[in-house]
T-cell receptor, first 116, second 112 residues
Framework: KAGVTQTPRYLIKTRGQQVTLSCSPISGHRSVSWYQQTPGQGLQFLFEYFSETQRNKGNFPGRFSGRQFSNSRSEMNVSTLELGDSALYLC???????????????FGPGTRLTVL | SQQGEEDPQALSIQEGENATMNCSYKTSINNLQWYRQNSGRGLVHLILIRSNEREKHSGRLRVTLDTSKKSSSLLITASRAADTASYFCATEPNQAGTALIFGKGTTLSVSS
């Protein structure tokens, strides 16, 4: 099976712009989670989607939003970019078959966003 | 907020030596997972240990979990240069609808 794919891999934007990142989960996975990784804050959970519904949301401002489509592909959008949004954005998919609310996460390679 | 805290933050060893990383967490959990990340790339799942398990093995990896101390350890035996990476523990809190919480990681450097 193909792994989790994320596009684009690298992105450079300027402050005030908006950006949309895309994630295609492993075939059959219905849960998609997004994380922001920075040297200072580490890995921080943004949100999780399951069957097109947001199931969990982290502590990020409303500028960060996401959605999931019927084919489980997901997008996240950041509006009015700030310098501090520069980070590696990671997407992960999971099966959610174990009965646990969170199953093993399979990560994509990430999108490196630089805000100038 | 960070639930898992890895210790040490950085570890340098020679090939063939064992590497031990520790993770402490704050709340009750359903399971604890360990992930590896090679420089600037996505994370790779290594092993998952459930709250009712005490020890688990996978190849050269051995994970222990002590729920009374709210801590876990990851042992990599006979380290190789290819094990050079950052290692993260992630906890699933025992609270409905809560996402995985990652620690800040241990950076392991294995030199030949």
């Amino acid at each position: 099976k193909a792994g989790v794919t994320q596009t684009p891999r690298y992105l450079i934007k300027t402050r005030g712009q908006q950006v949309t990142l895309s994630c295609s989960p492993i075939s059959g996975h219905r849960s998609v989670s997004w994380y922001q990784q920075t040297p200072g804050q580490g890995l921080q959970f943004l949100f999780e989607y399951f069957s097109e519904t947001q199931r969990n949301k982290g502590n990020f401002p409303g500028r960060f939003s996401g959605r999931q489509f019927s084919n489980s592909r997901s997008e996240m959008n950041v509006s009015t970019l700030e310098l501090g949004d520069s980070a590696l954005y990671l997407c992960a998919s999971s099966l959610l078959t174990s009965g646990s609310s969170t199953d093993t996460q399979y990560f994509g390679p990430g999108t490196r966003l630089t805000v100038l | 907020s960070q639930q898992g805290e890895e210790d040490p933050q950085a570890l340098s060893i020679q090939e063939g030596e064992n590497a031990t990383m520790n993770c402490s967490y704050k709340t009750s959990i359903n399971n604890l997972q360990w992930y590896r990340q090679n420089s600037g790339r996505g994370l790779v799942h290594l092993i998952l240990i459930r709250s009712n398990e005490r020890e688990k093995h996978s190849g050269r990896l051995r994970v222990t979990l002590d729920t009374s101390k709210k801590s876990s350890s990851l042992l990599i035996t006979a380290s190789r240069a290819a094990d050079t990476a950052s290692y993260f523990c992630a906890t699933e809190p025992n609270q409905a609808g809560t996402a995985l919480i990652f620690g800040k990681g241990t950076t392991l450097s294995v030199s030949s």
